[in-house]
C-alpha cells in the first residue's frame, strides 16, 4: 500500500488522525477514528464510504479544514513530510492552493456567481502566483484550455451561471490547478453532475493527473468513480478504516463483508436481470398515449409568461399488472413529469390516461376515489415524506382511515402488519419519522402507500437519498412485496444498478421524449442509441473491475 | 424535550429575557393583592415626591403612582397578548391557505398585506377607532390585524415550503380535503414559527398598545395604563421625571424581556424567525 521507502517523504501521510465534532451542548463525536494512510508523490487514492463514514471530515482535513465545530482531537497529517498546523494561518496559506488543492462537490456554489470565470481565474493567478495582469490572463486561458473548455475566449468573459454544470466543474478545476498542486483533494467531484457529463469530467480528471503527475484523493460514495479513477481504495465506516488496498484487488476480492456488502450493492450485469414476469394475458393495467407536458408561469392577472420547453413530448406507455417499469434518463429529461403524471401529482398538458381500461384523469382531485386508492406513490426523500411530527402508526393508518373506513384500532393492527411485511418491529407505529434511518423512514413510506393496497405504485427516486447498503435491503423488500402482491410498480431512477434490479422493462426517457424502450436485458446488453450506451458506461465499471482485473488496469494505465 | 429546555438554559440572554417576562406576569397577577391604595382614588397632595406613605410619589391627581404601575400593565399585555394569539393563529391559518391554494386566493392575500404594510399602523388604528369605537374588543381586532401580516407571510413562505414536501403531497394523493392538509399535516409543522410569532408580535402589540394610549386613541383614563401615564407625566418632564421614567422601563424591560427570550428560545431551537425583533 504504501511505497515511501526510497528516503523522500511520500506526498502525503496521515498518522493516527481522529476528528470530532463538538455539539451546542458540548459533546464531542468522534466523526474519524484512529485513521492512517499514506500516497505516494502522483499516487491515487479513492476514500469511499456511505454518508456519515467521515470520508469527508477526512478528506478536508488534509487541507487543515475543519467544518463548524469540527476539530483535531488526535493524530497528525504530513504533506511532503512537513507537519500541517491547521492553528498556523501562515502555514495553512502557503499549504493551501500551492501543496494541496482542493475541488468541491456543487461547482455553483463553489465559484463566485457575480464574477466573470476568467476573472476569478486571474486573481488567483495574480494574489497567488504573483503573476501580472497580462501573464495571468495569458496563464487563464491556458489553463481552460487545459481542462478542455470549449472556447476559452468566449467562457473567460462569461458568469458562472451561464455554464453549464460540467463546464463549471471544468473551471473549478481549473481553479484547483492554478498554482500546480502537488496534490488534488475532490470531494464527491460528479455528484452534482449527470452520467454523461461525469464521463467526460472524469476522463478530464484522468488525463491530467497523467500530464501533471498530480497525487490524488477523492472522495466519493460512488465505487464506479473510484474503480475508474484510482490505484488504491480506502474503504471506510462510522470514521474507522474498514478495508485499505489496491482498488482492483479489492473490488474482486473483499477482505470484509462490509466491503463485499458494498460492492454487491453496485449494478453487476453478471446477476441476472428481471425476467419478464408481466401477466401478458391480462388487459393493459395503465396506458398512457401522447403524454405532453409544459410547466406554465405566471398568475391570472399577471398574464401568462413565455411557456418553457415542455417537460414531455409524446410519450406513449404501457404497463400490465405486476409488472416493473425502470423510467432513466438524466435530470430534465422528464423521467419525474412523466410519473408525477402517472401518479396525479400535476395534469398533463396532452395526452390521454387509461387505467384497467377507464380514461384516468389527470390530477389526483380529478379522479375517482378508487383511482386514487389504486395508484399510490413513493418518494425520493424519505424524512420528508413522513410527517415529522406524526408517528409512523399514524401515517401508515391514515390511507386505511381515509380510503376504508377503518377506525383507528384497527387500521394500527393493519398497520403493525404491514410493517412485519417490510420487515420493521411493530414497536415502530409509536417512534416519530426522525427517530428512524433513512432505510426505515423509506420502508415505512412504502408502507404507507401498501396500506391503501394500490395496484400500481410509483417510485420517484425512492433509492437516491440511501446509502447503497441500505438501498439494496429496501430494495429487496420491495420487491418481496411485489411479488406477492403482484405489484406493477414504476420506477422512476437514474440509477441504473435499480433499473437492472428491478425493472422487467426500461423506458429511457431525453429532452421528454422515449429515447428507446424494451426488456432491460435487452436493452442493457445492446442498447440502441449512443445516448443509452453512454448512460450503461458511466454505470458499470466497478462492476467490471470486479469480474475483471486486467480491464480494470488498463483502464488505469 | 429536556435536552431542548437545557439548550435554551445555556444561553444567559434568554434566560434574563424569559426572568424579566415572569416577573413582569407576577406582577401583573399579583398586584390587585398588594398594592397598598385604589389606583384610580384620590389618595394625597398631587404630584408628590417619593417618601415613605407614596413609594413613587403621588401623581398629577394625587393618586399613588406605586399602585398605577403596578396596575398600569394588566391590561395593555391583555390586549397585546391576545393580539399576539389571534395574530399569531389567525395568520398561521391564513398563510398556510394561501401557500396551499396559491393562485387568486394567494394573490389576493399577498396584495393585501403588501397594502397593509405601506400603511402606518397608528393611521390604520385611527381610522377603526373613529368607525368602531374605542373599545377594547375593537383594539385587539385591530392590532390582531396590524400584527397578523408578519405572520401571514412567515408562514406563507414556510408552507410554499412544505407544499414541496412527500407528506403534503401524499395526502392530496389521497383525496384529503385542503382545510384538512392544511390543519392536520401543515400546522403542525409551523407550530415552531408560530410560537416565535406570537411572541414577537405580543412584544410588538404592546409597543402599539402604549403608543396609541398616549396619543389618546387606545385605552382611556381613568384606567391605569403606563401608556397613559407618560402622556399625563409629559407636562411635568422637567419637574417630576420619574412619572414618565418608571411607565416608560416598565414598558421597555417587559419589551426586552420578550425579544431576549424569543430570540434566545428561537436561537437555540435553530429556529429563523427571531431575525430582527420586534419593531413599531
Redesign the interface.
Known amino acids: 500500500m504504501a511505497e515511501g521507502a526510497s528516503g523522500a517523504p511520500p506526498l502525503l501521510r496521515v498518522e493516527g488522525l481522529s476528528i470530532g465534532y463538538r455539539d451546542?451542548?458540548g459533546r464531542v463525536a468522534a466523526a474519524v477514528r484512529d485513521l492512517s494512510f499514506e500516497l505516494a508523490e502522483g499516487g491515487s487514492l479513492g476514500i469511499v464510504g456511505e454518508s456519515g463514514s467521515g470520508k469527508s471530515t477526512a478528506a478536508r482535513a488534509l487541507l487543515g479544514h475543519y467544518r463548524g465545530a469540527g476539530e483535531r482531537t488526535g493524530g497528525r497529517i504530513l504533506i511532503r513530510g512537513k507537519v500541517l498546523d491547521e492553528r498556523d494561518p501562515g502555514s495553512l496559506a502557503r499549504l493551501r492552493g500551492i501543496d494541496v488543492a482542493f475541488v468541491p462537490q456543487n461547482p455553483l456554489s463553489s465559484l463566485t456567481y457575480h464574477l466573470k470565470v476568467g476573472a476569478q481565474l486571474v486573481e488567483i493567478l495574480r494574489t497567488r502566483v504573483g503573476l501580472d495582469a497580462g501573464a495571468a490572463r495569458r496563464r487563464a486561458l491556458e489553463l481552460m484550455a487545459r481542462t478542455r473548455l470549449p472556447d476559452p475566449d468566449a467562457l473567460f468573459e462569461r458568469y458562472p451561471h451561464q455554464l453549464s454544470g460540467g463546464q463549471r466543474q471544468r473551471v473549478v478545476i481549473a481553479c484547483a490547478l492554478a498554482c500546480q498542486p502537488r496534490l488534488l483533494v475532490l470531494d464527491e467531484p460528479t455528484t452534482a453532475l449527470d452520467k454523461s457529463t461525469e464521463v467526460q469530467v472524469l476522463e478530464l480528471v484522468r488525463e491530467l493527473r497523467r500530464s501533471l503527475g498530480v497525487g490524488l484523493v477523492l472522495v466519493t460514495h460512488d465505487l464506479n468513480v473510484v474503480a475508474q479513477m484510482c490505484d488504491e481504495v480506502l474503504v471506510m465506516k462510522d470514521g474507522a478504516r474498514v478495508e485499505h488496498g489496491p482498488t482492483a484487488a479489492t473490488f474482486a476480492q473483499p477482505a470484509t463483508a462490509y466491503t463485499r456488502e458494498l460492492v454487491a450493492s453496485v449494478l453487476r450485469l453478471d446477476a441476472a436481470a428481471p425476467a419478464d414476469r408481466a401477466q401478458h394475458a391480462q388487459p393493459p393495467l395503465v396506458e398512457a398515449q401522447g403524454l405532453g407536458h409544459v410547466y406554465r408561469t405566471g398568475?391570472?392577472?399577471r398574464g401568462r409568461a413565455a411557456d418553457a420547453a415542455p417537460a414531455l413530448r409524446g410519450v406513449d406507455l404501457m404497463l400490465r399488472p405486476g409488472e416493473v417499469l425502470g423510467v432513466i434518463g438524466e435530470s430534465g429529461s422528464g423521467k419525474s413529469t412523466l410519473g408525477g403524471a402517472l401518479?396525479?401529482?400535476l395534469a398533463p398538458s396532452e395526452g390521454r390516461m387509461r387505467f384497467q381500461g377507464e380514461p384516468l384523469p389527470g390530477g389526483?382531485?380529478a379522479?375517482g376515489?378508487e383511482q386514487?386508492r389504486r395508484?399510490?406513490?413513493v418518494?425520493?426523500?424519505p424524512l420528508?415524506?413522513?410527517?415529522?411530527?406524526?408517528r409512523v402508526g399514524t401515517?401508515i393508518a391514515?390511507?386505511m382511515q381515509?380510503?376504508f373506513g377503518l377506525g383507528r384500532r384497527q387500521a394500527w393492527d393493519r398497520a403493525a402488519a404491514l410493517l412485519d411485511e417490510l420487515g420493521l418491529d411493530a414497536a415502530f407505529l409509536e417512534r416519530y419519522p426522525r427517530q428512524l434511518s433513512g432505510g426505515q423512514q423509506q420502508r415505512v413510506?412504502i408502507a404507507?402507500a401498501l396500506a391503501?393496497e394500490p395496484e400500481l405504485i410509483v417510485c420517484d427516486e425512492f433509492t437516491s437519498a440511501l446509502d447503497a447498503t441500505v438501498q439494496a435491503q429496501v430494495i429487496d423488500r420491495l420487491l418481496q412485496v411485489q411479488a406477492r402482491r403482484a405489484l406493477a410498480l414504476v420506477v422512476i431512477t437514474h440509477d441504473l444498478g435499480v433499473v437492472w434490479r428491478m425493472a422487467h422493462r426500461v423506458l429511457v426517457l431525453r429532452d421528454g421524449l422515449v429515447h428507446e424502450q424494451g426488456l432491460t436485458a435487452e436493452v442493457f446488453a445492446n442498447p440502441a442509441s449512443d445516448y443509452t450506451r453512454l448512460l450503461l458506461s458511466a454505470a458499470t465499471s466497478a462492476s467490471r473491475q470486479g469480474q475483471d482485473s486486467t480491464l480494470a488496469q488498463a483502464a488505469n494505465a | 424535550m429536556s435536552d431542548r429546555l437545557r439548550l435554551v438554559a445555556r444561553r444567559p440572554l434568554a434566560l434574563v429575557g424569559i426572568a424579566l417576562v415572569l416577573a413582569h406576569l407576577l406582577m401583573a397577577i399579583t398586584a390587585p393583592w398588594w398594592i397598598p391604595h385604589d389606583p384610580t382614588e384620590l389618595v394625597g397632595p398631587a404630584l408628590e415626591p417619593p417618601d415613605e406613605t407614596f413609594v413613587f410619589g403621588t401623581d398629577e391627581l394625587g393618586r399613588d403612582f406605586l399602585s398605577r404601575v403596578a396596575m398600569g400593565g394588566r391590561l395593555a399585555i391583555l390586549v397585546a397578548f391576545s393580539a399576539g394569539l389571534i395574530a399569531a393563529i389567525g395568520g398561521g391559518l391564513v398563510g398556510l391557505a394561501a401557500a396551499y391554494w396559491r393562485g387568486w386566493f394567494d394573490d389576493v392575500v399577498s396584495r393585501l398585506v403588501e397594502l397593509k404594510l405601506a400603511i402606518p399602523s397608528i393611521l390604520f388604528v385611527s381610522l377603526f377607532v373613529t368607525g368602531f369605537g374605542q373599545s377594547i374588543g375593537v383594539l385587539i381586532a385591530v392590532i390582531a390585524v396590524i400584527k397578523m401580516m408578519g405572520a401571514i407571510r412567515t408562514s406563507r413562505a414556510a408552507g410554499m415550503q412544505l407544499m414541496a414536501l412527500g407528506y403534503v403531497k401524499a395526502a392530496q394523493l389521497r383525496g384529503e380535503r385542503g382545510p384538512a392538509i392544511i390543519v392536520r399535516e401543515m400546522l403542525p409543522s409551523v407550530i415552531d414559527l408560530l410560537l416565535v410569532e406570537f411572541a414577537l408580535r405580543s412584544s410588538s402589540a404592546l409597543l402599539l398598545v402604549s403608543a396609541l394610549s398616549f396619543l389618546g386613541l387606545g385605552l382611556s383614563p381613568p384606567t391605569p395604563d403606563w401608556g397613559l401615564m407618560i402622556h399625563a407625566g409629559l407636562s411635568a418632564i422637567h419637574s417630576e421625571p420619574w412619572l414618565i421614567l418608571i411607565p416608560a422601563v416598565c414598558i421597555s424591560t417587559l419589551v426586552i424581556g420578550i425579544n431576549f427570550a424569543t430570540e434566545g428560545i428561537a436561537d437555540a431551537w435553530g429556529l429563523d424567525a427571531a431575525r430582527g425583533g420586534a419593531h413599531g
Open positions: 451546542a451542548m398568475g391570472w392577472w401518479a396525479g401529482l389526483a382531485a379522479r376515489r386514487r395508484i399510490q406513490m418518494f425520493q426523500d420528508s415524506s413522513l410527517n415529522p411530527r406524526q401515517a391514515r390511507p381515509v380510503f413510506a404507507r391503501a
